[in-house]
């Protein structure tokens, strides 16, 4: 089955500069959503799309932006890297509804281990 | 603000022992539950999912109940084996927000 897909999977970064994020959903999966994982922590919500739209906002630094596109494909802006900005980044889908029931399963991709120098 | 504890943070068991681990949230108004298995530097793996209207979910091995109005949930894993050794994380979809909220997890090594 297909999964949700990241890239790039690794990513070297030196402070100041800027990271792109991507993020491909589960085919028919409406929402997506960017968490955070720092060393040794547990994952952190940032923002999720919902058809597209900004459906809500985490703690996310107003250095990152994120949006979805028309083919559902989502991307994560990070400007002005920190060194605290290293992390596994996850981008997960979900279908709100499929055949009419209540779902939101949320299905995780492989991460970006984003490493700021 | 939604809060998720695990316990025991790590456990160590043998090869075969039927164990449970443990997570409680502090808000009810839940919308959901996902147990999650993290392997190390990895990605998340969805375990089982339960609605708020459902006492429990099964999956091979592995079963999940849930009391919302107590705030808990448990994951027992039966007959044990190496390859179940990973961080299994508890997360909680709140009513009117899907984004979930994690637990710190429970590291478990399964001794051969």
């Known amino acids: 089955a297909a999964g949700v897909i990241q890239s790039p999977r690794h990513l070297i970064k030196e402070k100041r500069e800027t990271a792109t994020l991507k993020c491909y959903p589960i085919p028919r999966h409406d929402t997506v959503y960017w968490y955070q994982q720092g060393p040794g922590q547990d994952p952190q919500f940032l923002i999720s799309f919902y058809e597209k739209m900004q459906s809500d906002k985490g703690s996310i630094p107003d250095r990152f932006s994120a949006q979805q596109f028309s083919d559902y494909h989502s991307e994560l802006n990070m400007s002005s890297l920190e060194l605290g900005d290293s992390a596994l980044y996850f981008c997960?889908?979900?279908?709100?509804?499929?055949?009419?029931?209540?779902?939101?399963?949320?299905?995780f991709g492989p991460g970006t281990r984003l490493t700021v120098l | 603000k939604q809060e998720v504890t695990q316990i025991p943070a790590a456990l160590s068991v043998p090869e075969g022992e039927n164990l449970v681990l443990n997570c409680s949230f502090t808000?009810?108004?839940?919308?959901?539950l996902q147990w999650f298995r993290q392997d190390p530097g990895k990605g998340l793996t969805s375990l089982l999912l339960i609605q708020s209207s459902q006492r429990e979910q099964t999956s091979g091995r592995l079963n999940a109940s849930l009391d919302k109005s107590s705030g808990r949930s448990t994951l027992y894993i039966a007959a044990s084996q190496p390859g179940d050794s990973a961080t299994y994380l508890c997360a909680v979809a709140q009513g009117g927000s899907e984004k979930l909220v994690f637990g710190k997890g429970t590291k478990l090594t399964v001794n051969p």
């Open positions: 997960a889908s979900s279908a709100l509804t499929m055949d009419s029931v209540s779902y939101n399963e949320q299905f």
């Open positions: 808000d009810s108004a839940i919308y959901n």
